[in-house]
């Protein structure tokens, strides 16, 4: 039966013409998930391909059952990060279709499962970090910034709402860092004010402790358990990229 057939038959009862397409998509989301990952290998040289790929994506998401969503994780942020971290210098679209993925995927996934996104959110975060490292060659390029702003209004997102932020604020102790990037800032506060510190790695240096706590073995062994655990993180990520890679 086609498409067109289905939906087409799913009109003639109470359905309409939106929520016949929804309920067509969401039980054929994986078939058409493993489609885009593999036309995305095969459009690995071709940005426009890999463009309309990730437009796919994300006009899928859109139909996607917030119910089914959690099941979907590896293959959707496998795909989204492939785009993000493409070598490809110009495919600033491509690097936004990708953002507005994973920020619209956590947002429905975040109305099944809150803690569902927690459980992820390193992996979530890290995946964006290509993102924020692009500006130093694309300072005036606009689809740049605006996915700059996409990624930043998804922290907030994460935090800033009462309900959400106070589920989610102990998960972001799992993070490792957050990239030095100026549009960081204002989040880079937000957290502080939540006792949750993510400035950089080299914050947990002995060299430099803060005035009001003076350098004694307890401070440097504190910060030194911090740097270690969030260096183990890493090394996991890398490990299972190296996996999948």
């Not at 989610?168 to 204002?186: E, G, K, W």
């Not at 803060?210 to 401070?219: E, F, G, S």
């Not at 270690?228 to 993180?233: D, E, K, Q, T």
Request: aromatic letters at 8%; glycine letters at 4%.
């Amino acid at each position: 039966m086609s498409v067109n057939t289905e939906v087409k038959g799913n009109t003639s009862g109470n359905l309409s013409g939106a929520d016949a397409a929804k309920k067509w998509v969401s039980r054929h989301f994986m078939y058409l998930l493993v489609n885009i990952v593999q036309s995305q290998k095969k459009w690995s040289n071709e940005t426009n391909d890999e463009e309309r790929g990730a437009g796919c994506l994300l006009g899928m998401l859109y139909f996607l059952n917030p119910s089914d969503s959690p099941q979907f994780i590896p293959q959707i942020t496998s795909s989204i990060f492939s785009a993000i971290s493409s070598n490809d210098n110009s495919a600033s679209r491509l690097r936004l279709l990708a953002v507005k993925s994973l920020s619209l995927f956590i947002r429905i996934l975040a109305e099944e499962n809150i803690h569902c996104v927690g459980a992820n959110l390193t992996v979530f975060t890290v995946s964006l970090y290509p993102i924020f490292r692009l500006t130093q060659n694309t300072e005036n390029d606009m689809t740049i910034k605006c996915a700059i702003s996409c990624a930043v209004s998804l922290f907030h997102y994460l935090v800033d709402n009462r309900e959400i932020g106070k589920k989610m604020i102990p998960y972001f102790h799992n993070v490792p860092f957050l990239p030095p990037h100026s549009a960081l800032d204002p989040f880079r506060k937000v957290l502080l004010s939540k006792n949750v510190d993510l400035d950089s790695l080299t914050q947990y240096s002995v060299k430099d402790p803060p005035v009001d706590r003076p350098h004694t073995l307890a401070y440097s062994g504190r910060y030194e358990e911090k740097l270690r655990g969030r260096l183990r993180i890493l090394c996991q990520l890398m490990s299972h990229e190296s996996v999948e890679g």
